[in-house]
Each structure stands twice: as structure tokens, then as C-alpha cells.
């Protein structure tokens, strides 16, 4: 296939002529062949869309498989560099996620730079993220859960795993998928193209497929892994992964506005004999084998089937795996590229293309280009209609030419190409730094004056620039006005970052006084540009402090576009959570916790928890009702019951300083109280508690009753905790405060009124020093006096102080400074791991502390700690040798191991 040598491009005309003439000549030539462009509307579509007579629309089905979906990226690609344009895509998982990119305006080099940038596994990764609204020991104690049951008013009872909230996949997905909100699409069907995700509706036992609402949170909803995390409310009901009912969305595609081939995407692994190793893998495996056999009924529905040799891949490798994934997807569809167009161009694709050398009219260098594309979309055997359409698409999609037709002559095939104009002015109006960062963008995609214009090339720009303010947490930015004036050769962008419209509380839902309290929470964002970081931790506090599952964020329909809704979801759920554990010296321990944020649909809300192990017997009921005004403000009501058994065989002598210790090896403490308290919720997040407490408790010992054991106490005090750590479970960076002091009095028949005096105080700084590790300094110290010992500090064990037993030892005062070098060893979804070698200096007194030195004993320790989450799973491994000042204490090493669905620091009981 040899092009004809070409005239001086003035002469084209004449050249055309000539060829024309012949034709004429000759037999009756073919029509004329061209693509009809769609200019792009800039509002959600950014470059150009070429059809060819009678071509049928292209619906994709992009199946789930966690990160092997990202090789769906690659298809995208090649779909965009073939000119191909994709009509409508049903999601599964992270097909959904994908797709919903897409039809976001998103293209699909922009979707890999985004997995590139962002450690999208990081964000399925919030269960160790901090949350607003709660302290550190709320948070943790909320996470403890291994199974739960869930009860919903009108719903029933869900008998589940316990799951993570996907609050960081929430957050992600209201930034990354908010343009459409700017756009003004009022449903699915307006996207860039009609979209849909597949999630599983538990309550209807079907697959669901909404056209409308908030796309994050169909989105979320599709991959909402049972198991990984919590369902998501869609209206009334629960909804799943979709996997569970489509995991190739063929039948959803289908059922898509627009009929077309539907082309479907398959990325999960084969069923083989390999190994799985993680929880995540674990729990999709174990969904694929459920459902392969709905599976391969899509496969046989579809069109045509792709693909990519995912198997290799890692499911959670969402980051450093981007580029073979990519790859894959791309490989996968060059080699479908020729089923595809048989079945997009239909019969009338493979018609015979006329023979004959192929002559190139084009001006230089626009012709070698031209001509390159020539020869690698034509074939040097028969040609098909459809190979001409490829070369017509390549043109289009490259971007180079205002319009490429087919011409056909006796002597051969004629390719006019027009070129594009050239750029000679380049206007930019926005305001702030945007402006600078469209220059650059366009800059980087080659238009620049006096180069030729490119649509294509200006798409692709525009593609970065908005990708790029969405990952500065600026998603609403948006394209005014795009327009290039061909004559003058004059580019002109208009960009502007709009304020949030206002925002409108669906009443009827809460309280009055509730209802007043969010609209003055959102009240302030109205008219201003979105500062997504500032609004997303008002919308979580606001949920938090109400009691609400979501606040959810929709167009009004009683008013004008573009006002917004916000539509209070209230969490009804009694949640109940069962927890296990063992520890070498606790052994076994069970727990049950219960739950609600609004008990019978009120602001009032409860927890109860009842435990037992070899040391400890505890039970308890707290009642809260914050103020409708101020609910950051609450009052609280609680009874519990704590037994704490002093056993012979575990009692260390490093801790039985205080000669009344020793007595009571074998003996119970019993303890039954009362209380009531003041709290409110300070500093940023709601992360801060301040509380204010009166107490009333009566303490028993078993068998019989120490001389020394205050029959009646009563107390007040207050205690205070803030925390700033990036992650509750394996910080690496942040500070804790946490304090309490107060005062009581103890009677007893026949003895005169004492009273008692104590504080406590523990500060803790981690300082991240390089990716894989941090310098953690945590100080700890409990003083009393005059305290009765039922009020005496439960101290030791390796969270205390490496090389002694968690045996809960009761001391007056103690002061410990432990400094560690916590080592992250590995960190992917479901499976964290952490060494971390540590030095302890401790002082224990069992006087009051204004005569520490008459009774005390200094320790120091070194030792190195394990500790893993695996899954719902937590381990800890401690190996540590203690030496005191103490001569009844001899230095010895200890090895202690605790394996339960407690996180480690609610073992300390302090």
C-alpha cells in the first residue's frame, strides 16, 4: 500500500479535479465515506464523538473484582484512542466505580493519574481511621465487634459480621463524583452516558438498579462487600455488594435506555487452586464461587466477552499494581478490536473497501501523519468497510483534522483530511490559581500559540485540569464557557468555582429544635465554593451528634434548580456485638455490647455491655440525651457492676507493695453504683470530651470483709480526653491527652466519714520519622490519696510494662514512661502488622504521694511487641524482661499473648 506522491498543497484542489474526472470516467464509484462529529458540550463531555453510518451504540458491562478492576482503566484508553465512543455502562463492584468515573466525565488516562495519585485501597482501609464525633476509647470501644446483630423498627432482625462504615469511600466518592451535581443531570440517564450500578437489595432478595438520587452512594452501595463493610440505605432498604446478583452486569446493560452491543468486562480471578491469603480475598472468593453460575449466563449474554489475565494480579493492590493492570486491559481489548467492530458496523462493515494504491491529500507534516495511520489500519490483504471506518476513527480521534473523508476513484481510495487552524490566541479567565493551572494543562497537551488547534488535545487538557482540582478537594470547579473562534484562531476558557446553592432541611423528620440545629450547621456554606474537607466534617458531625445514619444530599424538588435538599436518615438500628478474646493471663474472656443512638425514635439513646473472664466480671447501663439546641451538650445516666478477682496465682510481688495486698489474694472485690453526669464534646471533630460526674457505689469482698474496705463511696470527678492520631488502632502520628481527677468519701458502719483524693494522667506524642515507622513517647500516672482499695489503680501486663503479667494489679500510685520505635511491617486491607521494640521506666509507691520514697520500688524494661489486625482479629505478642529496685522482685522475661476482636488498649482498663 503505497501512497501516490502529492503536489504542493495549493494544488489540491486541481489534484481532486483530475481524480474526480476519472472517476467520472469510469464505473459508478462508492459514496463518499465520513463520520458525523458530535461536538462535546463541556459540561460533562470533553472531546469530540465521531460515529459512522449505521453504527451501532456500544454499551458496556464492567464486571467486580476489587483491583483487578482496574484494568477496566485500559479498556477505557484504548476505546478513547480508537475513537470508539461508549454509549451507556452498567457497574458491579468496582465496575461500578469505574463506570460512574466515566460518566462523570472522567476519561480513562485520568482515571489511571487518579490511581496513580490516591491509594484508593487506603480508603477501603477506614477502619483504622479516625472518625469525628467520637474520643479514641469511644471509637475503639465501637470497633470490638466480631459478630452483630442489627435491629431495625419494621425491618426485622440482620444477623451479620461486623463491617466497617466505608466513612473514607463515603468522602471519596461525594468528591470524586460531584460534577454531575454542578452539571445539572437529574438522573443517571443525563450523565455523560446513562449509567448504572448494580448493588443487592437484602430486603428484596433481587438485584437493584437505581436511575436517580446520589450517585456515591449507589456507587457505594455496589461495592459494599458483606463482610467489609456495612450495608448502605438506598429509600427503606439494605443494600450489598452486586456482586451477590450480577457480578457481570450484562442483563443491567441491557436493560439501559440505549440498545447496543453490549460488551462485557470480566476481571475476577478464575476458580483454581491457588491459595488465598487475605480476609478480602477470602471474602470475594468466597462470593465468585456463590455466584459463578449466574456468571456464566451473563458471559453467554453478552456480545462479546473481554478478559484481561487478571489472575496475577493481587485483589488490594490498588496502587503500586496500576500500570500491569492497565496493560492488561488494553491488551485485552486489541485483541477483541476486530470482533468488535463486526459487531458494531454490523454487515454493512464487511463490505469489500475498494482496491487500490491509497492517496493521501493532506498538507506536510499533517500527511505523514496521515499516512502513517494508513498503513496501520488498512491491511496489505482485502479490505473491508470497516478497516476504512478504523482509519477515519483514528484520524477523528487524534484530533489533528478538521474533517478526513473518503473518496473513491478507478485508480484507488482518496483521504482528503482538512487541518485543524492554527492556535494564535489563547485566553484564560478564572479566578484565584485556577487560572495558572489551565494555562499549564493546556501547555502540557501542546496547545500553545501557533501550534495547530486540537480538540482532542484541548479535551484531554480539560480532563487533567478538573481531575486535578477535584484531588485538591475543589470538585466543584467548573467549565463556563469553551469556544474557539476558527477566523480569528482565538482559544477562550471561562472557568469559575461556584458556590454551594442553598441548602433546604427536609422537616417533618426531627425535632424542631433538631431540624433548626442542621440548618444552621449547613447554613453557612450557602454561596460559598466548597471547601470539601470543612464541609464533609460538618456533615459527619452533624450525623454524629443527631443520631443520624446520613444526611443525604439531594436536588430539591420544591424548589428551583439548583437548590438542595438535605434529607435526615435517622439510625434506628439496635446494634448488638458479640466479642471474643484470650489472654495468657486473663484467658478466656466474652463480651456483649448493645447499642442505639435513638431509643423508640427519640434523641435518647443507650448502651449496655455485660463481660466475664478469669479477673474481671463487669455489666453496666448508660442512658444519654444530648439537647436538641446543643447537641454537643448531654446529660447521662448509668448503673454497673464490676467484680475484680484477686488471684493467688497470678499476683506478681513487684506489685504488692502495699502490705494489705497480699491479704487479699483469693478474695472478690464486688462493686454496684449509680451515676450521673454532665458531658460536652470540644475541639476540632468532636474528638474531645469533657464530663462532669456524681457517683454513688457500695463495695462488697468475697469470702468476708477487709478491715480497710469502705462498705459505701461517694464521688465526683472529672475527666477530660482529646486526641489528635491519624488512626485509633495503629497511629503514626498525633497526641493524646486523657485525665480525670476528683475526690470522694467513704463510710462505714461505725467508723468515722474519710475522704480520699486521686489524679490521673496519660500523655501520649507519636512522631512519624520516615514511611515505615514512628518515635512513640507515652507517659502515664496515677496518683492517690488516702484512696480505698477499691479505688486503687489495675495496673500490668506488656500494655503497662513489658515483662509482667496482665493481672490487673491494684496499686495507689504509679508513674511510667514508655518510649517505642512502632515499625510498620505490613499494611494492606484487613491485614495490618507492627513491631515495635520499646524501653519502660516505671515507679510504683504504695504510699500517698507526698511520701512516695518510704514505699516504692523503681522497674526498668525493655522488650519488643507483635502486634497484627487480621481481619476482625486482633494479636498481640509481647516478649520483655523487667528488673526492679525491689528486692523481692527478681528480673525475669515474660512472653504474653493476646488474640481477640478487642483492640489492645481497652484491656488496660484505666
Known sequence: MRALPLPAWPFRGAVVLLLAAGAALGAQAPAPLRLRVKAPDYRLELAPRAYAPGQRPLVLALGGGAAKGIAHVGVLQRLEEEGLPVDGIAGTSMGAFMGAMYASGYSGFAIQRLFERVDVGALLMD???????????????????????????????????????????????QVLLARPAVSGADSFDGLRVPFRAVSTDLQAGRAALPDRGDLGTAVRASMSIPGVFSPVLLGDHQHVDGMLVQNLPVEAARSLPVKGVVVAVEVGQALDSTRLTSVFALAVRSLDVSVEERTEIS?????????????????????????????????????????????????????????????????????????????????????LRRHGLRVLRRIQAAGFAREAEWTFTPAGPVLTVTPQPVLRALEVQAAGDWGQLARTCLEGAGLREGAAYNPVALGRALDAFLLETTIRSHPLVKLDAVTFDETAGRLSLRISEPGLPPIRVEPGILSPGQTQYLANLLAPFAG????????????????????LEEIRLEADPARPRPALRARPIPDDRVIVDATFGYETTWQGHAAVDARAHRVFGTALGFSAEASGDRLWTTGGLRLTRALAAWPRVGLAVGARSVEQH?????????????????????????????????????????RGLVEVEGSRSWIRTQPGAGPDLAPSLYQVQARFEWDSFDRYLFPTEGFLVRTRFGQGRQERPGAPTAWYRFAYLRARRLWPVAPWGSVDADLESGLGWDLPLARYYPVGGPAFLAGTASAGHPTPNFAILRLGLPLHVVRVFGVNVQATPRLDAAYLGAASPHRLREAGAWVRAAGVSFRAELGRYYLELDAGRAASTDPAFRARTRVNLLVGTHPFDLWWRR
Open 646 to 686: 484477686l488471684l493467688p496465682e497470678v499476683l506478681d510481688a513487684l506489685f504488692a507493695l502495699d502490705p494489705r495486698i497480699p491479704g487479699l489474694t483469693g478474695h472478690t472485690f464486688r462493686e454496684q453504683g449509680v451515676a450521673t453526669a454532665l458531658f460536652a464534646r470540644v475541639g476540632l471533630d468532636d
Open 127 to 173: 477502619r483504622q481511621h479516625r472518625r469525628p464525633g467520637e474520643t479514641l476509647w469511644e471509637q475503639e470501644h465501637e470497633r470490638t465487634t466480631f459478630l452483630s446483630l442489627e435491629f431495625v423498627p419494621g425491618t426485622g432482625v440482620l444477623f451479620m459480621p461486623g463491617t466497617s462504615p466505608g466513612l473514607d469511600l463515603k468522602r471519596a466518592l
Open 528 to 547: 460559598r465554593p466548597l471547601e470539601v474537607d470543612t464541609f464533609t466534617r460538618s456533615v459527619l458531625l452533624g450525623e454524629k451528634r443527631l443520631g
Open 299 to 383: 458471559r453467554k449474554a453478552a456480545d462479546l466477552l473481554l478478559r484481561p489475565r487478571t489472575d496475577a494480579l493481587p485483589y488490594l493492590d490498588f496502587h503500586q499494581m496500576v500500570d500491569r493492570a492497565v496493560a492488561e486491559g488494553r491488551r485485552a481489548f486489541d485483541g477483541a478490536l476486530d470482533a468488535l467492530e463486526q459487531r458494531i458496523y454490523g454487515p454493512e462493515g464487511e463490505a469489500p473497501f475498494p482496491a487500490g494504491p491509497v492517496t493521501v491529500v493532506a498538507p506536510e507534516p499533517l500527511g505523514a501523519q496521515v499516512r502513517a495511520l494508513v498503513r496501520a489500519g488498512l491491511p496489505e490483504g482485502p479490505r
